[in-house]
């Protein structure tokens, strides 16, 4: 029973082009992570949000740009895309930072 | 170095064989969580276990934080229980979820 959503589920896209990623969850949680796991299969947190506060921000490159209009949605917004973007992004919630984490689909991004 | 060390990082078993599978951390640790991460990449929750054990079917999974390590436990596998599964744990010092790089395990009929 999926209660994380993401779309879009596959992207593909030219280098140099902006993409946004959505996030949603019917869990009442209060904090939400993206994740990307990359072709080696690790997944590395991005960013954290904590009831619409940033909690953690990774060392990410600046084009990358998290978005949250209320504590039930996170979208990734990626400005300027490059090749090594291409990966998984993974969206995931909890009912509190360190608690059980549950995971969207993923939305697999290519830059041609 | 990787504060999240996983073994063993790939496991070939007969089906009707148990799998012991490994999570070691260097760190103090604040949560536990063990995913099974299917071929098409979602990933399902096993178990959220920061201490103690807990069982579920055929799975276990024992936390021991004095000992920084984490395991799980499959018994009598079955070919459906191949694919990666990962471990996660929060760390106390730096605020952050780690995952570790997964075992990938394949059971032959």
């Known amino acids: 029973e999926t209660a994380v959503f993401q779309t879009p589920n596959y992207h593909v896209t030219q280098v140099g082009n902006e993409v946004s990623f959505n996030c949603k969850q019917t869990?009442?949680?209060?904090?939400m992570y993206w994740y990307k796991q990359d072709s080696k299969k690790l997944l590395k947190i991005m960013f954290s949000?904590?009831?619409?506060?940033?909690?953690v921000n990774e060392t990410v490159p600046r084009r990358f740009s998290p978005q949250s209009s209320d504590k039930a949605h996170l979208n990734l917004r990626i400005k300027s895309v490059e090749p090594e973007d291409s990966a998984v992004y993974l969206c995931?919630?909890?009912?509190?930072?360190?608690?059980?984490?549950?995971f969207g689909p993923g939305t697999r991004l290519t830059v041609l | 170095g990787q504060q999240v060390q996983q073994s063993p990082a790939s496991l070939v078993l007969q089906e009707g064989e148990n799998a012991e599978l490994q999570c070691n951390f260097s760190?103090?640790?604040?949560?536990m969580q063990w995913f099974y991460q299917r071929p098409e990449g979602s990933l399902v929750s096993l178990f959220y276990?920061?201490?103690g054990t807990k069982q579920s079917g055929r799975l276990t999974s024992t936390t021991v934080i004095k000992e920084r390590r984490s395991s799980l436990h499959i018994s009598s596998s079955q070919i459906t229980d191949s694919g990666t599964y990962l471990c996660?744990?929060?760390?106390?010092?730096?605020?952050?979820?780690?995952f570790g790089k997964g075992t990938h395990l394949h059971v032959l009929p």
């Open positions: 949000y904590n009831n619409k506060q940033l909690i």
């Open positions: 996660a744990m929060g760390d106390t010092n730096a605020y952050k979820v780690i």
């Open positions: 995931a919630s909890s009912p509190d930072y360190y608690a059980e984490q549950f």
């Open positions: 869990l009442g949680h209060d904090t």
């Open positions: 760190t103090s640790l604040n949560s």
């Open positions: 276990n920061p201490s």
